[in-house]
């Protein structure tokens, strides 16, 4: 698996919880609706998708054991500045389709975004990255 590489100065995370029995249709609607809709908005360079899962890792003379994260689900979108959030077109993108009925199924979620000191950033590399959702 390749890194993640971060080309912007900003990104905005958003991270949730789906029930399991909602899973099928949050992805359909991110991959489908979500996502395309939103790399339509000006200032939107990429959204990147994620989904954590369990690892054991070497550290301290001992494999550890590291359960999935909490929120489960990450995407990560590169934004050319954080006006891009406030846009009409970023506005629009977020209501189209079906992510309001797929959204009602998120248990947590947190959003938070970020100004990168470094653009080009590597934000993992190796066996360890967590996949892409697919």
Known sequence: MSAVRISTR???IAS???TPEAEP????VYDTEHVPNLLQVPGVRSVTRMKGEPARFA???AVRELPAPSPIYTAIYEIDNPQVLQSPEWAE???RGGRAKCVRTLRTGSICY???SKPRGVCGTGKGDVPLVR
């Open 59 to 61: 550290i301290a003379g």
């Open 25 to 28: 249709l949050f992805n359909e």
């Open 93 to 95: 993108a977020v209501e």
């Open 10 to 12: 900003y990104v905005l």
């Open 114 to 116: 970020s100004r990168s």
């Open 16 to 18: 949730m919880d789906v």
